[in-house]
């Protein structure tokens, strides 16, 4: 079935987007709200540095510096890119995410095949997040008509500067109207929220990521994971106490929405697999499941985490819903859809991204 997901697997963004679009803005602002997480920054446009952290912070030696919160931040070209998400996925290195920022003339294909092609255990594609600028969204196509093919590739596009564009609400459906299924964000000064692209962890010290388990343990108090989400972005927490039909799981997760651009958790599928649990990552269209063993003790329940933008919660809710199933026995092939899209036993991924 391949190898298990561990709880130190650390999801790897793809920041990109071509020059001046606000990729070093928005990485800047992850990193002065990373709400308690640490996050390994990889910088491959060494010639043209802009952090402004970088300036301040204590060099570690090899291009890496610390950060004041924790965070890493190491200027690279993509001849060492494999090294450094090595050395920053490494559990001493103690990094909850990772975020590569590609130059704005790389070709973010390559960076996401080059992450998805890592046989390091201890990663997992995070998604491939599009900056463009809003005011300069014309020009821009006009210059580099590539990017059409970048946003059909990308998991979340970022539609920065949209306080400067005299037609917003026209360059936002342009915009979607060239993704894929992506979730589409406008924002100014690259703030988004970092929650949307990966867990913060709690104020308390803990090791390895933000676990689902956590998400729950908080579900009803003032801090919520779902409640520090801005107004443009949507969630929906799922709990069900029966197993879920697996091909009706598989016809909602293939048929999810567009701005759908998360979907996280763990899934009990009962009888089919009376064993193991399956820990579901989806970002973008990227999905994969780590069937691991139930852990001793532990309620088997499906816990679910859902994140976009502009979703309907409740529909999806319903959709969920119809997928429980507490039939007693098992359909032979009823796993098949699942199973493609577990990890295969070389480590290998079962889906590329488009050519």
Not at 48 to 63: H, R, W
Not at 88 to 108: K, N, R
Not at 205 to 230: C, K, P, T
Request: aromatic share 6%.
């Amino acid at each position: 079935m391949g190898s298990s997901r561990t709880p130190q697997q650390i999801p790897v963004v793809v920041l990109a987007g071509f020059l001046g679009s606000g990729k070093t803005t928005l990485l800047n602002h992850l990193l002065h709200r990373s709400g308690g997480s640490r996050i390994g920054a990889i910088v491959n446009d060494f010639g043209a540095i802009e952090i402004d952290a970088m300036a301040v912070a204590g060099a570690l030696g090899d291009s890496t510096v610390s950060l004041g919160n924790g965070c890493l931040c190491c200027a690279v070209d993509a001849s060492e890119l494999d090294l450094y998400l090595d050395r920053l996925a490494a559990p001493a290195a103690g990094i909850d995410v990772i975020v590569i920022e590609a130059s704005g003339l790389a070709e973010p294909q390559e960076l996401v095949r080059m992450v998805l092609a890592s046989e390091h255990p201890g990663i997992v594609y995070g998604g491939l997040v599009e900056v463009v600028d809003a005011a300069e969204f014309d020009d821009t196509r006009a210059r580099h008509p590539e990017i059409d093919r970048h946003l059909a590739l990308a998991d979340l596009v970022v539609v920065n500067k949209l306080d400067r564009a005299p037609d917003a609400d026209r360059v936002l459906g342009l915009v979607g109207s060239l993704t894929d299924r992506a979730a589409v964000v406008p924002a100014t000064y690259g703030r988004i929220e970092p929650e949307f692209l990966f867990d913060c962890r709690p104020s308390r010290e803990r090791i390895g990521q933000l676990s689902f388990d956590d998400l729950h343990e908080h579900g009803d108090d003032d801090h919520d994971h779902a409640g520090h989400l801005h107004a443009g972005y949507d969630s929906l927490s799922f709990v069900a106490d029966l197993p879920m039909e697996p091909r009706g799981l598989m016809r909602f997760l293939d048929s999810r929405p567009e701005g759908l651009y998360r979907v996280k958790g763990y899934v009990d599928f009962g009888p089919h697999d009376t064993v193991n649990r399956y820990a579901v990552h989806a970002v973008g269209r990227f999905l994969r499941f780590y069937p691991e063993p139930w852990p001793p003790a532990t309620a088997r329940l499906t816990q679910l985490v859902l994140i976009g933008s502009g979703i309907d919660a409740r529909a999806l809710g319903k959709e969920l819903e119809a997928c429980k199933n507490d039939a007693p026995h098992a359909d032979e092939h009823g796993m098949w859809g699942v199973l493609r899209y577990v990890q295969g036993p070389n480590g290998a991924d079962l889906e590329d991204p488009p050519a």
